[in-house]
């Protein structure tokens, strides 16, 4: 089932897969269920999905993040 991108373009799933693998995606959210005022559950979700090199391109130029040669060596 291909998709459509704003320029009229058809982008199939496995080339949408390909894109967010190469870039790199980051997910961010957080849910508060609360009763009369009083937080009862929160929950907070953090995903980051991506390639290995991907994810050590964005590790790189995270601000104060360490650059892939240094990391490596203190994992």
Do not use: F
Not at 7 to 21: I, K, V
Not at 29 to 53: H, M, N, Q, R, W
Not at 59 to 72: I, N, S, V
Request: aromatic fraction near 2%; avoid cysteine.
């Amino acid at each position: 089932m291909p998709l459509e991108t704003g320029g009229g373009q058809d982008l199939a799933l496995s080339d949408l897969l390909d894109r967010a693998l190469d870039k790199g995606v980051v997910l961010w959210g957080e849910a508060t269920v609360s009763l009369a005022g009083v937080d009862l559950v929160y929950v907070g979700l953090k995903v980051l999905i991506g390639s290995v090199d991907a994810v050590q391109r964005m590790r790189g130029a995270a601000p104060g993040g360490l650059p892939a040669a240094e990391a490596d060596e203190t994992a």
